[in-house]
């Protein structure tokens, strides 16, 4: 059973950057693929990125590609989403999730408020 624990959200204005981090335990970390989802007020929960078990490989949403890096330190069973050019259709709570290989991401964390302000 893996535990997901996201922190480093909060409020920003438009233009600003956030860098949130999600503490795993539980599970052998560097064998699950990683991905951070959002979900906005009265909007379903959507995509942003994910991240291979060792790192090699990213992939982003269109709405965030180019502004958000995704990344992970194996050594401290951290996955990372740094965010950049933020506007306020960011604004969402931020959820990552876990994933054995082959497998839907199953294990999720409480989620992060992310707040722009325009």
């Known amino acids: 059973q893996v535990q997901l624990v996201e922190s480093g959200g909060g409020l920003v204005q438009a233009g600003g950057s956030l860098r949130l981090s999600c503490a795993a335990s539980?599970?052998?970390?560097?064998?699950?693929?990683m991905a951070w989802f959002r979900q906005a007020p009265d909007k379903e929960r959507e995509f942003v990125a994910r991240?291979?078990?060792?790192?090699?490989?990213?992939w982003y949403a269109d709405s965030v590609k180019a502004r958000f890096i995704i990344s992970r330190d194996n050594a401290k069973n951290t996955v990372f989403l740094q965010m950049n050019s933020l506007n306020p259709e960011d604004t969402a709570v931020y959820s990552c999730?876990?994933?054995?290989?082959?497998?839907?991401?199953?294990?999720w964390g409480q989620g992060t408020q992310v707040t722009v302000s325009s």
């Open positions: 991240i291979s078990p060792s790192g090699g490989a990213t």
């Open positions: 539980g599970g052998t970390f560097s064998s699950y693929n």
């Open positions: 999730a876990a994933a054995r290989p082959g497998a839907i991401f199953n294990y």
